[in-house]
């Protein structure tokens, strides 16, 4: 069962693990720099 809330839920966990990959990589980045 999909609803809204589901599907926001969803989007919301895809938008923060993109956020997390993004800051991990400029810090790997830094460090390596």
Avoid at 12 to 22: D, I, T
Wanted: aromatic fraction near 12%; charge should be positive; charged fraction near 10%.
């Amino acid at each position: 069962m999909l609803t809204n809330a589901s599907r926001g839920t969803a989007n919301a966990w895809r938008f923060y693990y993109a956020l997390v990959s993004v800051i991990t990589v400029l810090c790997g980045k830094l460090v390596v720099a």
